[in-house]
């Protein structure tokens, strides 16, 4: 009980971490993989993201080569919940919100500065949402890429929920937890080498300095995309630090 009271005076207990999904180096590493054809180009047939048995054999035998220095154009996919949970936690007119907009940026300035330490990617550009519908197909995220003269696109996805707790007699506490999931795509041929899923679980206190419960909730969502954000870009530098 007393660690539990030093944490929770920093306000945040941390419950739990999984990982799942997550794509290594390993294979692109491999000696056998390195001798492979490399290659080139997009062997699917154009908005239907399909490829002929032909191309088939030829992508599962070919080798992905990413460059020395990459751009990285990065995408925030909202998907279809996306208007549902920012109006639950920001209003109708969620777009117009200072607390929504600096929300948005802390998430990209965060997948920014992870790929830039990487030693890997010179430049990570966001891809504005205007440049693709709102159910964009791979071909379609590929050819954004391709207009923004980017190497690589990252599209990631933030799923959160927040439960709220009363207490009588002691601090109300909340429950966060947020998925993020990340793939990464080999705009030149429009192969995925990358992908990585990870969830956190965070539980905190509401501070005395929070007017309300909403004001609690929405740094506890906060806190738990944030951690797994961090989570799977430090999964996307370490493979790109490894692979040639």
């Excluded at 998430?107 to 920014?112: A, N, P, R, S």
Aim: glycine share 4%; net charge positive; aromatic share 10%.
């Amino acid at each position: 009980m007393k660690n539990r009271g030093v944490l929770c005076h920093f306000g945040i207990i941390v419950l739990g971490l999984w990982l799942t999904g997550c794509a290594t180096p390993r294979i692109m590493t491999d000696p056998a993989y390195q001798e492979r054809p490399a290659l080139e180009t997009s062997l699917f047939r154009g908005d239907q993201d399909f490829a002929s048995e032909d191309a088939v054999q030829k992508i599962l035998s070919g080798r992905v080569v990413l460059p020395p220095k990459a751009k990285v154009a990065i995408l925030k996919y909202d998907g279809t919940d996306a208007d549902r949970l920012a109006v639950a936690y920001y209003g109708y007119y969620y777009w117009r919100s200072e607390a929504y907009i600096k929300l948005q940026q802390e998430f990209l300035d965060t997948v920014q500065s992870k790929l830039l330490s990487s030693g890997r990617v010179s430049e990570a550009a966001a891809l504005p949402s205007l440049l693709v519908p709102k159910q964009p197909t791979i071909s379609m995220l590929r050819q954004a890429g391709v207009r923004l003269q980017a190497d690589l696109l990252l599209v990631y996805r933030v799923t959160s929920d927040v439960y709220y707790e009363f207490h009588l007699f002691t601090k109300d506490e909340v429950k966060a937890y947020s998925t993020v999931e990340a793939v990464l795509l080999d705009v030149r041929t429009g192969i995925i080498p990358f992908t990585s899923i990870a969830t956190k679980d965070l539980l905190t206190q509401r501070l005395s300095k929070e007017v309300d419960r909403e004001e609690a909730m929405k740094r506890a969502q906060k806190d738990a995309t944030i951690m797994s954000l961090l989570t799977v870009c430090n999964d996307l530098t370490t493979f790109l630090k490894k692979v040639p």
